[in-house]
């Protein structure tokens, strides 16, 4: 478990109870990092993501993708969509996060956020398309966000910094018990990009 402590300074778990979320900090020097962020803005197919509230279908300024090993389908926002296959960006940095943390992924979300005026609401990741309690891993390129989880019936909060470059890998009862955010802030000015690596199950999908 303590395998990688010396190279990437790993917090096994952020949560106090009723999940495992482990920081890994920056598994991608700040070269390398950079480097995938200008190649994931280019080669990237960004969309907007779109969604019905108030039965209005609203479009994000946020700019959306999704990845995976098959044009595996998935419902989101009560709306269907189909997975890309991988690119070799994509896959190089697949490889690098599953040898690092010994978990495997089929699929990938990725999100844009411009600046600290896009972010995502406190939600958990339990769709029914995913693996149960299975691990999701968000690996940040671009500007240092905050990042909160808050108990679903405790209410405690836990706050953490996701650094460029840094993996945070979500297991076990994390999604039932905890839901997670990235608060807006007019602080930070610059883009960043997350991977979240999801594991669909196919015969639910
Ligand atoms: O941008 C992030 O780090 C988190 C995104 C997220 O929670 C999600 O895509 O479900
Ligand atoms: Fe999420």
């Given at each position: 478990m303590s395998l990688f402590n010396d190279q990437f300074e790993l917090i096994e778990n952020i949560l106090p109870y009723d999940g495992v979320t482990s920081y890994y900090g920056k598994v991608f020097s700040e070269e390398e990092a950079n480097d995938y962020f200008q190649k994931l803005m280019t080669e990237i197919e960004w969309k907007s993501d779109?969604?019905?509230?108030?039965?209005?279908?609203?479009?994000?300024?946020?700019?959306?993708?999704?990845?995976?090993n098959e044009p595996f389908s998935y419902t989101y926002s009560g709306?269907?969509?189909?997975?890309?296959?991988?690119?070799?960006?994509?896959?190089?940095?697949?490889?690098?996060?599953?040898?690092?943390?010994?978990?495997s992924f089929n699929s990938c979300l990725l999100n844009l956020y411009h600046d600290g005026s896009e972010g995502m609401a406190y939600h958990s990741d339990g769709e029914k398309d995913l693996k149960e309690n299975g691990a999701i891993s968000s690996v940040s390129f671009g500007a240092e966000r905050k990042f909160n989880f808050k108990h679903k019936t405790t209410k405690e909060l836990?706050?953490?910094?996701?650094?460029?470059?840094?993996?945070?890998?979500?297991?076990?009862?994390?999604?039932k018990f905890w839901l997670h955010r990235l608060p807006t802030t007019t602080r930070i000015i610059k883009p960043r990009i997350s991977l979240t690596f999801r594991t669909i199950d196919k015969s639910k999908n």
């Open positions: 779109e969604a019905i509230i108030f039965g209005k279908l609203i479009e994000t300024k946020r700019k959306v993708a999704w990845y995976g709306r269907t969509k189909t997975a890309l296959t991988w690119n070799k960006t994509l896959l190089e940095i697949k490889e690098k996060i599953e040898s690092v943390s010994g978990e836990v706050s953490l910094i996701l650094e460029n470059g840094s993996l945070l890998m979500m297991k076990d009862t994390t999604q």
